[in-house]
Nanobody, 121 residues
Framework: DVQLQAFGGGSVQAGGSLRLSCVAS????????IGWFRQAPGKEREGVSC????????VYADSAKGRFTISRDNAKNTVYLQMTSLKPEDTAIYYC??????????????WGQGTQVTVSS
């Protein structure tokens, strides 16, 4: 079975940091683009960042640029999202997902469960 398990959410104060992890199983991890999405209360789900497992290309949403860093360890089937300088508007449920295509035009094939990130002012 395909599984994407996200870990690392929590509650922090503004300016703090968190590192999210997404552990994948059940599919050929290296062949997939792994991305992070988030959904805040009352808002649509939005892409945060993703990374190509083959060439390491990355893309970030404007809201994440300069503050978040995505990385992956193909040997561990794990993708990380290091989040720094967190703001209250980063509060959301964060989901990881796996898809095919390119980092700018990927189709999501698998979704993981979310992990809650809460940033207080």
């Amino acid at each position: 079975d395909v599984q994407l398990q996200a870990f690392g959410g929590g509650s922090v104060q503004a300016g703090g940091s968190l590192r999210l992890s997404c552990v994948a199983s059940g599919f050929n991890f290296e062949q997939y683009i792994i991305g992070w999405f988030r959904q805040a209360p009352g808002k649509e789900r939005e892409g945060v960042s993703c990374m190509d497992g083959y060439d390491g290309k990355t893309v970030y949403a404007d809201s994440a640029k300069g503050r978040f860093t995505i990385s992956r360890d193909n040997a561990k089937n794990t993708v990380y999202l290091q989040m720094t300088s967190l703001k209250p508007e980063d509060t959301a449920i964060y989901y990881c997902a796996a898809g095919r295509g390119t980092v700018v035009a990927a189709t999501v094939n698998y979704w993981g469960q979310g992990t809650q990130v809460t940033v207080s002012s």
